[in-house]
């Protein structure tokens, strides 16, 4: 018999696994809610027909499709098939996975657009399917977890974002981290400033390899492209540019004075910057940085990224505002700002950073372990008692070796066992044993209870 | 442009829908886990090699079928494409969406078999896909719940199915129902005293339709099926008890008398009665029911169906003890006990006894209106209390008219309002709005997180 097996790219998440992604899925749902964000799903499948032409070509590849069911050559030809995968793809699948979150949602907006309440705040955590090459930290099937609102374009929604990244990253004890903060106006206006505006995607392309290639690797790829010296000598105080926010902030005030984009970010920026002062918030871990770029995404305005210091995994969260989630739809004017985190990355870092709390992680509290049938029977009414108290607990099922027993308790990781012999049993004092550090203590049930929830 | 759809026999779920799921799932994940269950999560796709021939030539119809990526035909020919779908289907996909939580959790264990501890609990909330056709209450993507333990034979399980399932139903409000429980050797001791043991399989089939069409219709089928009519004399009064479940016991005891398969099932009963008497357990909602048959399944103990009185929806959790999990898989001797809840229909159960409380299912407490972006920053600091003291709450983003502030709240159901105008910013004293009655305070704004919080 074959051995059953995965398909390449997916993972099976047990146990600990699990309590781990809870841990963290947990608390950062647990700051969208706080925050108003309300819950959404979607399907896994949708139609071709939203999901083609929404991530360019290379997106279009990368699409789980799911065959048509039945007869699903029904419509096809000889002649279609002769021609090969391109004529035969439409004809076979109608439907394919979900390539990530905002799609879906903008499908959703489109379609309830009668029914919701403006400004909509809308939060989902699902899975995504992307057909690409699996690799170190790269998978086929990989959770999303995406926060937007629409319908607005107030920049409290900014402030918002940046407040639930160092809410979030507080829960989970990330302490050592960076939210690079950068403006689309501000790059549009850089490439202004250099006189390149009809190239300001190969200078944001370049820009954004700042933290993978340096200095002298984007500059090199700038003259490749095209830019000239001139150009390339405004932009090297830029690159080279240290100092505070509000330092940035007038550096920028400077390079941009009559260019009316660099203005408008700027005043953003300050916008921001002020709500955030409002919220009384630790701008600490806030870095204005002018040569975040994002790719060449669908934001419009404000861009963030969050990196966690001194650990080489790359942006842990990311998002920006933008001004169009819908138009592709047919609805157009559904401005808005999203940010998501990246759940695979953020366990990385954990387990790196040797973040996870071994309390959250630990599902059950007590184990009752037994010398005989009659022993573990009367273990129920203290089992009963314990989860009446909301302790997680268990008895040993079968009537086992006291060795078994404890070394199911081990395995599971379960901190305490209770002890239930005869004389237990005869004179109500039981023994708790913490796994840990060996103390046994002998105490009633009720006292157990009480010592345990 | 063409509007955009939605799959047929899938959904979106929105905010309202959201919650009301997440309320009927976070109380039955809180029962598993105090119950010393463990989350296990498996990928949506799984090699068409795992799950084809476990769910008879019926369900591999319905299995949705991931075509292959890239150049999909480069493993068929023209001959191929000539003899047609069945030639065609393992030749250009090969893997399928989850059809079910059980045969994922079987290829887990086996290929997990070395790092499990046993016995193991596990539960699983994810979504399954189904090739059936949609009608009102059965979709192609609908969320299955289970929860199994492996590797021990303790009776124990059960009991603790059946407490689970009564601490889920109180969580939920759901009062007046009726756990069906039977046993498999029963249904053979039955086969076996109507001298039809080679016919149990259609006895089982028929006994299971008493519910929908009643004891003439299934005396009619087994006429049909050819029991003879001593047969059917003997089944009768099967049919026709009425009694408690220390009747049922002694009247089986009776009807079984030298019947191994009967004396072993009574005997497994009493056991399971035995351990929840032990546990304290109001028995007011287990019936023992001999017609229940849970239709041509792998069970072969005991088995469980929990209906809700009143609700003509079918049972909302079945499950039972079956004695080989993984065979399929080359790894005999996994024997377990599982059960599942139905969540789509406990989702209308809830829905049509109006069961929702509209506490539980309300995400956000407060929201900040105001009458200028004065007024607005100002309340950020507001904002910022309630939200320290894990009150949801957010600020009216925009500018916009008291009216249409007040509508968001409404539309939302948003209970309370604060609202900061210029006389409430300089006194400090802000209005506190109960949106349901109507009254108003003047309060602090660490008076209003007092009350809310």
Redesign the interface.
Known sequence: ???????KG??????LQ??RR?FILNNIEKVF????F??????????L??LTGKYGEEGD??L????N?????KKTS?SD??Q??NA??PL????G?RYDLTVPFA??V???RN?I?F?F??YQIQ?V?R?DRPQKGRY??FYQCDAD?VG???L??E?DIIMMINEVFKHLGITDYTIKMNHRALLSALAEKINAPDKAGDLFVAMDKLDKIGKEGVINELQQKGFSADAVKILEPVFNFKGSNKELLNFMENLFKGIEKGESGIADIRSIL??LN????EAAYLNLDITLARGLSYYTGAIFETVVNNVKIGSVSGGGRYDDLTGV??MPGVSGVGFSFGVDRLYDVMEELNLFPKEATR??KALIVHFSENN???G??V??KL?DA??????Y??NAKLKKQLT?AN??DIPYVIIIGDNEQESGQLTLKNMGSGDEYNLSADEIVEKLH
């Open positions: 018999m074959e051995k059953p097996s995965l398909p997916t993972r099976d998440f047990g146990p699990m309590s809870k809610i706080k925050y108003g309300q819950p959404l799903e979607t399907p896994a499948m949708e139609n027909s939203v590849k990368l789980f499709r799911i065959l069911s039945g007869d699903f050559l000889p098939y002769e090969g995968t035969m793809l076979i699948t109608e439907k996975l499908r959703y489109v379609m309830n029914d309440t400004p705040r809308r899975p399917w057909a086929r099937e609102v607005t374009d107030s409290i929604c402030a002020n709500y409002h919220y009384r918030s739809f047919g599902s059950v573990k029977t009367y129920l009414g089992l009963k989860r909301q302790v997680s607990a268990e008895v099922p079968d199911y395995k599971k």
